[in-house]
Every structure is written in structure tokens, then in C-alpha cells.
């Protein structure tokens, strides 16, 4: 068999060969037609599009996306040709909720707005949105959900429509995939008449997918409302709108779910069901031990307020203003970033010690070890 594989996947080298697969690693975006002819199966990330101008002369079998996305996938057209597909939903979850907190524990200091009591919206309340609300929970704010899908199926009473939703929050997140048809698309959602429902002073964050976001509403909402924006995903990626840019508190280059936990997970859910597939002996697969950041302890000093704790705690893990600074150096590097993006681990494989008694239960809530 012959597998090509997108060159910016984790953990997957020597991981197919054993099995008498010969693999072909490219880069995701450059994959044609031509490359994927003679292929069995075929892995790959965000940046190749597989649909019929890919795959319809090839004798591929199996798609697999190593990311909890599918709008890069045709998935009705896989579907009818008979392949199989898979992605991996959820692998990033804790990954995106690191960088929500990282956005969360700055704006508190930065803003001097205590996170306690906010109430936070979260517009998609799938893996990723349920693991972020979780979060925003351990930090004590209260948290409102929209789900239209889950709502229709659930009918429990948890979910709130955007326009009940929208003037109570005093910060949003989206976490909605891409959707274009049926009950409920998604594309612009947060458009002109989402932001007029705002109220002053709020926090949005997009860390879905760019186009969830009407780029140019989202500009004039900036330019007469006191509104402050963080993006990590943008509509037309990598061409960034840089206008836009400049008028956000912070923007990142795609790299909320880019943690190695996230990515090793995602490398795994996507052999394993390759594996039960073509009936390969990697149905336990899972990437050896992931390596240990180079700083992995912090010792809080004495007397720190609280917000500042949480902000040095999160930051010692995480600190979503180096992106963000990345970005704005040069903003043409969106793509080469991405495929370059430095190790990071997520809470659990840090520990913080002296910490205050307030401050230790919330960071034991997300994950950190004390």
C-alpha cells in the first residue's frame, strides 16, 4: 500500500512503515491530484482540500484528518465514492482551553477587570466548547451556552438563543465549526448584527474557524464600539487582513489546539482508525512519552495579588502574547509559524508551588500539578 501523508504531522514517522505501508511525506498544501493517483489512504491536516478535484482519479480508500475540523473535507463526496474518512474530534480541546485562559488571565491584569463573576458566553458547546467552559468555570465566572444543534436535541433547557445570550455577556468565544447549509450555518455569525447586541466593554475571542466571523462587521464594530477582540483565526488564512490586525487587542496564527498533547492526540485517533480499517496491528497506538518542557516547576514569590498569580501560573505554561508578537513582526510568517510552532505542553505537565489557598484550587482545577 501507498499512503500519502501531510509532512507536518507529529509522532507518524515510522509509525505506517512497519506494517509494509510505504509513505510519501509532503507538504499538506502542496498534495495533488498527481501525488495521490496511486495512493491507498491518505492523512492529512487543515490545508488539503480533499474532494473530487483531488481524489476523483485515485484509488484512495481512506482519509483521515489529524484535526477536529472537517470543512477541508467533501465529506458528502467521500461518502458517495465510498471512502472512508475520519477526523479527530476533541484532540485539541484542553489545547484551545490553555489558550483561552492564557487570553483570560492577561486581559484580567492587563484591563484590571477581576475574571470572578464575568459572565462568559460560548457560542458552540461541543468538545471544545464544553472542555473551555469547564475553564471559565475553575475561574470563577458564569458561564452561558448557544448550541442550536444541541438545544434541537437536548431540549433541557441549557442553551440560550444568541439574542438572550449576546447582552448579558461580558466575554464571548466561538467555537463553532464551518457550516453553510441547513438549519443552522454559521458563516458570519458574528456579523453586524451580532456585535450591535454587544454590550460596551466586551471581550471577544474566535479561536473556531475565521469565517464564523464577518472580518469587515467585525472592523466597524472595532472602530465605533468599545469593543476588544482576540482572533486566532482569521477568514482568507494566511492572507491576514492586516487593518484588522492592527485593531485587535491580540491575533495568533492558528495555533490555539497547536499544543503537542493536542497534536499527539490527534495522530492517534487518526492511526487507530486507520488501523481498524485496513485491519493493521495499531489499534493501541499511542506516540511514546511526549517531551518534557524545558521549565516544568514554578515557585510563586510571597504576596503576589491573585490575578497576578494566575497570570505568572498560566503564563509559566503558556503565554499567548509571544504569538501574538510573533504575528505582528511579520505578519507574512502566518504559515511558516505554524509549521514551525514551538513545543508546548498543556497544565498538566507543569507544577506550581506556593501558590495562595485561593489561587491552588483553581489551578488544580485546570490541570496543573501542585
Known amino acids: 500500500m501507498l499512503a500519502i501523508v501531510d509532512d507536518k504531522i507529529p509522532f507518524l514517522a515510522q509509525v505506517l512503515e512497519p506494517c509494509g505501508i510505504k509513505v510519501r511525506y509532503l507538504p499538506g498544501a502542496a498534495i495533488t491530484a498527481a501525488d495521490v493517483r496511486d495512493a491507498d489512504l491518505l492523512l492529512v491536516r487543515t490545508r488539503t482540500r480533499c474532494d473530487a478535484a483531488l481524489l ?53 491584569v492587563h484591563f484590571h477587570r477581576p475574571l470572578a463573576g464575568l459572565t462568559f458566553g460560548i457560542i458552540g458547546a461541543g468538545n471544545v466548547g464544553s472542555r473551555v467552559a469547564a475553564a471559565a468555570r475553575a475561574l470563577g465566572m458564569r458561564v452561558l451556552l448557544n448550541d442550536p444543534p444541541r438545544a434541537e436535541r437536548e431540549q433541557d433547557g441549557r442553551f440560550l438563543p444568541l439574542d438572550v445570550l449576546l447582552p448579558q455577556a461580558d466575554v464571548i468565544s466561538m467555537h463553532v465549526p464551518l457550516v453553510d447549509s441547513g438549519r443552522h450555518p454559521s458563516r458570519h455569525l458574528a456579523g453586524e448584527k451580532f456585535f450591535e447586541q454587544l454590550p460596551p466593554g466586551t471581550l471577544l475571542l474566535n479561536s473556531g474557524r475565521g469565517e464564523v466571523v464577518d472580518s469587515e462587521a467585525l472592523k466597524r464594530a472595532l472602530q465605533r464600539q468599545s469593543l476588544t477582540a482576540v482572533l486566532d483565526v482569521w477568514e482568507n488564512e494566511p492572507a491576514i487582513d492586516r487593518t484588522l490586525q492592527e485593531l485587535l487587542w491580540l491575533g495568533t496564527p492558528h495555533i490555539a489546539g497547536y499544543s503537542l498533547d493536542g497534536k499527539a492526540n490527534g495522530t492517534a485517533q487518526v492511526v487507530r482508525a486507520l488501523a481498524e480499517f485496513f485491519q493493521l496491528p495499531l489499534r493501541d497506538f499511542r506516540p511514546a512519552d511526549l517531551p518534557a518542557p524545558p521549565r516544568s516547576i514554578l515557585h510563586l514569590p510571597d504576596g503576589l495579588p491573585p490575578a497576578e498569580e494566575l497570570q505568572r501560573a498560566v503564563n509559566f505554561s503558556y503565554d499567548v502574547r509571544r504569538d501574538d508578537a510573533a504575528l505582528r513582526r511579520d505578519p507574512g510568517c502566518f504559515e511558516f509559524y505554524r509549521g514551525n510552532y514551538p513545543r508546548r505542553r498543556e497544565f498538566g505537565a507543569f507544577t506550581i508551588h506556593n501558590a495562595s489557598a485561593a489561587v491552588a484550587g483553581v489551578l488544580s482545577e485546570l490541570g496543573f500539578q501542585g
Open 56 to 108: 476523483a482519479a485515485s484509488r484512495v480508500r481512506f482519509v483521515g484528518s489529524a484535526t477536529i475540523g472537517i470543512d477541508h473535507l467533501d465529506t458528502d463526496y467521500l461518502d458517495r465514492r465510498g471512502i472512508r474518512w475520519c477526523n479527530a474530534p476533541g484532540c485539541n480541546a484542553a489545547s484551545v482551553a490553555q489558550y483561552v485562559v492564557s487570553v483570560l488571565v492577561n486581559y484580567a
